[in-house]
């Protein structure tokens, strides 16, 4: 069973379609029974999207890495 804190680590793969197809599942099963990581990856994409949108080259990877730490503490808030 995939935990919130897996989810957080895979999630900007997730977003970016770059899981495996038995990653995918995990995923949208965990987020099926879990509104947290739903409202998570809502906001992760919309992150996502803006980078992007602001950025017509690459994504900034540092910007990610932060999101991605950020994410993680409020997952350890959580607990
Ligand atoms: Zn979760």
């Given amino acids: 069973m995939l935990m919130c804190r897996d989810l957080a680590r895979i999630a900007s793969d997730y977003i970016d ?16 029974m879990c509104g947290h990581c739903r409202t998570f ?11 992007k949108a ?15 730490e950020r994410v993680a503490e409020s997952l350890r808030l959580k607990d």
Avoid: A, F, T, Y
């Fill in 54 to 68: 602001h950025s017509s080259q690459q994504v900034d990877e540092e910007l990610i890495q932060k999101i991605d």
């Fill in 17 to 32: 379609g770059e899981l495996g197809p038995m990653d995918k599942v995990s995923v949208k099963m965990h987020l099926l």
């Fill in 41 to 51: 990856i809502g906001n992760l994409r919309e992150s996502i999207d803006l980078m």
